[in-house]
């Protein structure tokens, strides 16, 4: 019957009615409506990078009919000096190494970017070549080729491809109605085969079919479909199925062959996929075998019994292998767990009791989720990765783990809760992201599946009280007694909510909790949940309750609390919520405290609360991972820190302040952040590593330090803790190197690797190419002079670490076998190894650097390509000759064999031969001395001298002449030594070779056995019965005449009757030297044996447009045994700097002798002014504005400046990473900021120029921040100043006590009306006034306060406060002290202000005088100015005198003044409360208050020296010690009035000991030295002009 006349019969009524209907269904509907779903869904991200690589590959490696690459043209593009016409008609010239750096630096965003580069590129070639030239052809081609990869992979055909899947599915002939019935079980026999395929694994549990369902992508394998020409799937497969596309189960057998087919011949032998599909294939086989086997009806019946039992398991066979239908939003994909289909007898018995379990639900939820296309996610976690492949790995990863090991520790039960499960499944997956990039596949597969994790365990932890209670112990006693228990814990928390709920307000009998029933509206209040962050009502309580959420007591209390805390935050204090809130945590406390202490948390719940138990708080939970124990150590350092009064710092930072105390700050502060909201960012998992959470604290420190003013209590807290943090962060890192990689290492495990495996390079037979190289000469016959090189010198080199370079290590490879070549015949043994060795060598050079993806430098552009030029020029050169060296040797080699023939009568071979064959009969075997010999047997025979070993001879022949005697024929073996060699040959262990020399010799010679086994036997096998002694090795004969060796290719000697056993292990492959190698040739020594070996470089001159006379300009050059070229950058000497300045050098040139370099400064932080709170990369330079000409004598070393991205992924090879600098922001000193900037300038070299080698890391370097190195040093100025200012508030209590008390003398308080002194500059203790002997210490702590309207005000509204909440800490109560001050009105700070100056004029008054002990401690001004000031304490009046600007006292005694009455002398430093003089520098007035209501300030203060007795012996004593001679006068006053800047040079140790923080900055000046002879000078100038004013 035809096909037209079947589908005819099948969309008649006849067979719809019998049932054909529903096949025309299928095999109609079925593609249509796959095709809509197919367009509908979604399609699959396509990887950006990926496809971007490819494009740029296939570009590089296309190759014309000549095999030769077109993308040699573009690699670069042409030199300005060699082509300067080019820059003129290209205005922006781009090449092949451009884009492939920026594809390295993933700088294209997207595919367009690429496509406009290589379009400009081969544009930029048409418009300037002609349009016959090669440059223009291969640039249309080019642009041909990558526009059509483009359309490949861009625009994927997989849509038309199912477009002509599905109309074969519409043309698919139907079924007859005849045939109904044997499709229907055809169908089922078919989908019985396809699940048998499917449902398949192996003893591990692993799906055999997993790589099958679903083809290969053709972004990530294109090359798949230009090697497969038919492709299929197990997808496929089911839909022909489905459509009845087989009309045989043979047809569905062609398809299995050919997808497994298709698999064998893309993979190689061996592999798993390999493995696989001959799997696939037994199992088809096998399930066919048995379905032919089993009788029909049985059959069909066990067909039908096993759908509808299952469920109709096949539809889900089926859902497996049509992708698409899964949405990969969805937190769990598939929204259920999948199982494995493939489960043993014993699996299968026992998978009822795992499948109720939350540990096995945990870990199938995991294992089983798959993406949109149907894709296991947890695949690359299956099993560890190989040592071998990834020996890095166990290096980062201590504790690693993979499925396959978790799920043999839950077979084995060794999970009790499943948080322990869920800390193996976490410790996987951050050992999979701290390995992998973030941006890898990997990498997100691990996030994803953490979120798959946390997903099904909450979804375990939200099950209803029946599957609670089905974990329970069916003892019905225990359950009573648990239920029972639970009863009472769940009465309790009903009764405490109770409490809250029923409570009514007195009076109005309004209810409290009305207002806490259900959180806020997001319409109507949406700035509500921007400052709350956890949300609480009494609704979500209540549904906590009922449904057992809280697994204790004390967590139904934490919410309670945390809903009254929240109220009390967002609501202003006195209102009605806020109060609300009080009174209701009150009650719920007093309830609880009625209700007694709650029951033993042991005796209450069910296991599966137990389980919830941990997850209510990450902190609470036993099993955290190293993130969260890292996280949660540092978040306590920070909590947990008290100063050495006991006092915790972190108390103000836990919560932000409301609206209603500080609205500004939400003003200020843009990111508002405290240490509860980043508790809670901890409890959700939102820090993915320890910088994050360093940041965010970062972030609240700078908040407080931006917000506060620099001399507040907050300020300092929030350094120090800032200090804390990284303290901790850098004690966590302890041994751990967080920074980059040593990159010299790398190179050379890099070198050593590539020549261990050139070295190791074998042949099909085991022999090692490199064995035949091991006689070149170290000493080149052609060229004596250079320095010996072979390959023991490169191992010597290698082993020394002295390989930097790999261009330098594969100089000296190559030059090594070029030299073998050279020296030997072109069809020599030797001149094939090198050949084959430099192959080899540039293959695995390729697949280490990963053609320069870890290792970019120029001893990658030499290819194959190259060498098989070089190979092939060689032997164009040397086959001539060689052919008449042939014919020579020929001539020669007759007439020895002429002369030999005459002489044939002597040979003892001939004697044995010229005997009659008739007189010997052989033998096999025969017996001597109680011994047996074989032919085959190898034998000790005496040797012809008594200092010789025994020779070894194989015997061939055996034999009894007439007279009895037993005879031997055979071949002799001979020992290294018994041949002529060089003594540069190595030859293997216990090593013989078989000779030309045939001989007979008696039995009664032989003196034992011994074996002689062939090189590829003898390191695996081993003889029976033998000592290791008497066992050789044979690679090679030896030909006497020649004195020449050659491998054997085949062993040709008699049967041996010794049997062959397998060593347990393998011998090492062990080569030994010549007995003839001198001690001295085995190593050659080297001068500078310590050192590297370097580049050959050489001076580079170049040419520059508008150079001055005289002028030669460099592009590399050797100064002072360095090499130097433009581009780098180096250290320049800098006096007064802790570390040098770095210079770029952009300009290198010699001007008479003299070598200049010109180029931009690199400065520190350090030389930078910045907040205390910033942090710095380490390492990290900024670029200045200074662009300077230097001589080269001033630069004292090379470094490295990379930008941020090079310094996260690159390094050159030969700087130290010490010497690696990072640089991303500039420095503008006239706005006191740092910018980032795009980059450095790059520079194009010539081809003489040795360009820097490049390491990438296989992962990019998280680089951390440090402390600004102001950090600790504005610590110290702010401990001095608050210890100051409590003492103060203390002083000041004692103060107003004594206020009553006029008649006590006390002690001088302040001498000036400031505001704060902290406001002007920091106070040093160095200054201060020493302690008088006799004085309370309550007393000498009053000399010491600095008294201003701030510390009055203060003093009063502090017990106020202290009042109001006395709960309060004192750094909250000063947060509070200061937001009233700052609040409080200008005319009421200037009443304290006034009110502060009285005082201190009232005590200025009543100060006592006292016994001087010890003029003041200080450093007088004349001695910093570099004069020596006598020891006297009358002559100068600057020694006991801190000069200040303005008018000064009445008082002041003058240097020849009358003593006061009394004997007293009052110092000068004091000056009235009314006459100021303006400050020497703007901007010093008090912060936060106007101009006209500041008070003018001096440059610096002191406590003032208090009024000292001194005796006029003592005095006038001292007076006549200090006179002398030369001098009329003690002091040199003289000098002092007349002395310069520039006549004083002061030392580094003297400019350190000056009192710079007199002074807040430098201001204008360059050093803090001019600024303060600066001041020097209008101290002078006003001392001069107060002189002439009034007439002193």
Sequence with gaps: ????????????????????????????????????????????????????????????????????????????????????????????????????????????????????????????????????????????????????????FVQPGDGDEDDEDGDDMMDTPGMSTEDETS?????????????????????????????????????????????????????????????????????????????????????????????????????????????????????????????????????????????GSESEDDPVLSGSVCYDEGESEAESQSSSMEMSNPIFQLYEAVRGARNNQGQLFSEPFQQLPSRREYPDYYQQIKQPTALHQIRAKMKNAEYETMEQ?????????????????????????????????????????????????S??????????????????????????????????EAGTNRRLCDLFMVKPSKKDYPDYYKVILEPMDLKTIEHNIRSERYATEEALMEDMKLMFRNARHYNEEGSQVYNDADILEKILKDKRKELGPPPEEDDVGSPKLKLRKSGVSPKKSKYLTPLQQRLNELYDAVRNFTDRRGRRLSTIFLRLPSRAELPDYYATIKRPIDMERLRSHMATGRYQDVEALVEDFALMFNNACMYNEPESLIYRDA?????????????????????????????????????????????????????????????????????????????MNVERGRYRRLDVFQEHVFEVLEKARRLHRTDSEIFDDSVELQQFFIKIRDELCKNGEILLSTALNYTLKHLHNDVEQEKREKIPKEIEEDKEKKDDDEEEENKDGAKAEDLPGEAFQSESESERVYSQDCSFE??????????????????????????????????????????????????????????????????????????????????????????????????????????????????????????????????????????????????????????????????????EREDVLMEMSGAEPGCQ??????????????????????????????????????????????????????????????????????????EETLPMTCVIGKCMVSSFKDFLSCRPTEVSEEDNLLCESRYIETEKQMKKFKGLKRFSYSSKVVEDEIYYFRKLIVPQKEASPFLDKKIEELEVKLADMEDADDDMEDMDEEEDAPATPSMPQMQTPLTSDMDIM???????????????????????????????????????????????????????????????????KAEYEERAAKIVEQQERDRPPQKQVSPRAGTPVGALMGMVPSPSTMGMINQTMTPVPGMMGAGMNGMAGSPASGNFMQQSGLYSPGQHAPPPYPGQGQLGQPSHLQPTTPMFVAPPPKTQRVLHSEAYLKYIEGLNSESSSVSKWDQTLKVQRRDAHLTKEQESRLPAHWLKSKGAHTTMADALWRLRDLMLRDSLNMCQAYNL
């Excluded at 544009?123 to 223009?136: I, L, P, Q, T």
């Excluded at 701290?434 to 994803?448: C, D, L, Q, T, V």
């Excluded at 160095?1326 to 000399?1343: C, D, H």
């Design 1 to 152: 019957m035809s096909a037209s006349s079947k589908r005819r019969r099948a969309t008649s009524p006849s067979s719809s009615v019998s049932g054909g209907g529903d096949l025309d269904d299928a095999a109609s509907s079925t593609p249509g409506s796959g095709r809509k779903r197919r367009r509908i869904s979604s399609v699959p991200p396509v990887d950006t990078i990926a496809v971007c690589h490819e494009l740029f590959n296939a570009v590089r490696d296309y190759k014309d009919d000549q095999g030769r690459q077109l993308c040699e043209f573009f690699l670069r593009v042409p030199k300005r000096r060699n082509q300067p016409d080019y820059y003129e008609m290209v205005s922006q010239p781009i090449d092949m190494t451009k884009i492939q750096y920026k594809l390295k630096s993933e700088d294209y965003q997207d595919v367009e970017h690429l496509t406009a580069d290589f379009q400009l590129m081969f544009r930029n070639a048409k418009s300037f070549y002609k349009s016959d030239s090669e440059e223009y052809r291969a640039a249309c081609k080019l642009w041909e080729v990558y526009l059509q990869t483009r359309t490949e």
């Design 183 to 323: 499709s229907g079980s055809l169908k089922e026999v078919l989908e019985q085969l396809l699940e048998a395929i499917v449902s398949h694994t192996d003893p591990s549990g692993r799906l055999v079919s997993e790589l099958f369902q679903k083809l290969p992508s053709k972004v990530h394998y294109p090359d798949y479909y230009a090697v497969i020409k038919e492709p299929i799937d197990l997808r496929a497969i089911a839909q022909r199925i489905q459509i009845g596309y087989y009309k045989s189960v043979n047809a569905m057998a062609k398809d299995i062959d050919l997808m497994a087919k298709n698999a064998k011949t893309y993979n190689e032998p061996g592999s798993q996929v390999f493995k696989d599909a001959n799997t696939i294939k037994k199992v088809f086989i096998q399930r066919k075998t048995e379905l032919e086997h089993a009788e029909p009806t049985k059959s069909s019946l066990r067909i039908r019994n096993r759908k509808s039992g299952q469920g109709d398991r096949l539809s889900g066979v089926n859902v497996a292998l049509q992708y």
């Design 421 to 469: 499960m869920e800390s193996d499944l976490n410790l996987m997956f951050e050992n999979a992201k701290r390995y992998n990039m973030p941006n890898s596949s990997i990498y997100k597969r691990a996030f994803r599946l953490q979120q798959i994790m946390q997903a099904k365990k909450r979804d375990l932890l939200r099950r209803d009280d029946d599957d609670g209670d």
């Design 471 to 504: 974990i329970l112990s069916s003892d019905a006693g225990s359950i009573k007694r648990k239920s029972h228990k639970k009863n009472v814990k769940k009465n309790r928390m009903k009764a405490l909510y109770a409490a809250v709920t029923e409570a009514r």
């Design 719 to 795: 350094l120090v803790l800032h200090r804390v943090l990284l303290g901790t962060r850098k004690a966590q890192e302890g041994g751990e190197d967080s920074g980059a990689p040593a990159v010299g290492p790398l190179v050379r495990e890099l070198t050593r690797n590539l020549f261990v495996s050139m070295l190791g390079h074998q042949d099909e037979e085991g022999r090692c190419y490199s064995d035949s190289l091991a006689e070149i000469p170290a000493v080149d016959p052609a060229a004596p002079e250079k320095p010996p090189l072979n390959f023991d010198v490169i191992r």
């Design 930 to 1095: 109680n011994r047996t010999y074989h032919v085959g047997d190898f034998v000790y025979v005496e040797p012809s001298e008594p200092n010789l070993k025994p020779h070894i001879v194989c015997i061939e022949r055996l034999w009894e002449d007439e007279a009895g005697e037993k005879w031997l024929y055979g071949c002799w073996f001979y020992r290294p030594s018994e041949t002529f060699h060089l003594a540069t040959r190595k030859f293997l262990e216990k090593e013989v070779f078989k000779s030309d020399y045939y001989n007979k010799v008696s039995i009664s010679k032989v003196l034992g056995k011994c074996v002689v086994m062939f090189v590829k036997d003898y390191f695996k096998l081993q003889p029976e019965g033998y000592r290791s002694e008497d066992v050789y090795v044979c690679e090679s004969r030896y030909a006497a005449r020649n004195k020449s060796f050659k491998k054997i290719k085949i062993w040709a000697m008699p049967v041996s009757s010794v049997k062959l056993a397998l060593r347990e292990v393998p011998l090492p492959v062990v080569r030994v030297a010549s007995m003839f190698a001198k001690p001295d040739q085995e190593t050659f020594s080297f001068t500078d044996s310590g050192s590297f070996v370097d580049k």
């Design 1113 to 1186: 300009y460099y592009e590399q050059l050797r100064y002072s045994n360095m090499w130097f070229k433009v581009g780098d950058c180096v250290y320049i000497q800098s006096h007064g700097l802790s570390k040098p300045r770095v210079a770029r050098i952009e300009k290198l040139w010699v001007q008479r002798g003299n070598t200049f370099f010109f180029g931009p400064i690199f400065i520190h932080p350090e030389e930078t002014e910045h907040e205390p709170t910033k942090m710095f990369y380490k390492r990290e330079v900024f670029l200045s504005n200074l």
């Design 1322 to 1388: 920091p106070y040093t203790p160095s200054q201060s006034t020493p302690k008088v002997k006799g004085l309370s210490k309550k007393e000498g702590a009053k000399r010491k306060i600095n008294m201003s309207g701030y510390i009055l005000f203060s003093s009063e509204m502090r017990a106020v406060i202290k009042a109001r909440h006395p709960d309060f800490s004192f750094g909250e109560l000063s947060r509070l002290v200061g937001t009233e001050w700052r609040n409080l009105e200008a005319s009421k």
